[in-house]
């Protein structure tokens, strides 16, 4: 998602050079899988309970509307590295470092949703090495 959805063109071209070609990429490669768009990030949100997941282009776009919908319930995941990321979305908490107050209940979840991602990311590519 572009901050403002690109107004067709009329805010770069972003949305129509690489976001749609993606969009309809994935739709061909995985046609079991629901993927709609594209979506003004400062409304998606609204329709979250419509979807399993909802992909923005930065970290931001997605990061302040899940703290505001539950701070401690949702997960990070960082696409297009070499390695898998996934981590608790209420970030790292310096300012109560030591004090025992700490809110953990989400990484085991974070810690979860990486392995799933690196067992799928192995098996794809021993099965690509067997071809």
Not at 11 to 27: S, V, Y
Request: hydrophobic share 40%; glycine share 14%.
């Amino acid at each position: 998602m572009n901050p403002h959805n690109g107004e067709c063109g009329c805010f770069g071209r972003q949305e129509i050079d690489e976001i749609n070609p993606g969009i309809e990429l994935a739709k061909k490669e995985k046609p079991g899988i629901i993927v709609d768009g594209i979506f003004p990030c400062d409304t998606i949100f609204l329709k979250r309970e419509k979807y399993d997941g909802i992909v923005t282009m930065y970290r931001d776009q997605g990061q302040i509307a899940v703290k505001l919908l539950g701070f401690d319930g949702g997960v990070t995941v960082q696409g297009g590295l070499p390695i898998v990321i996934a981590t608790p979305a209420h970030g790292t908490a310096f300012d109560i470092v030591g004090q025992g107050i700490a809110g953990v209940g989400i990484t085991p979840k974070a810690f979860d949703i990486a392995v799933t991602m690196a067992e799928r990311r192995m098996a794809t590519e021993a099965r690509e090495a067997r071809l």
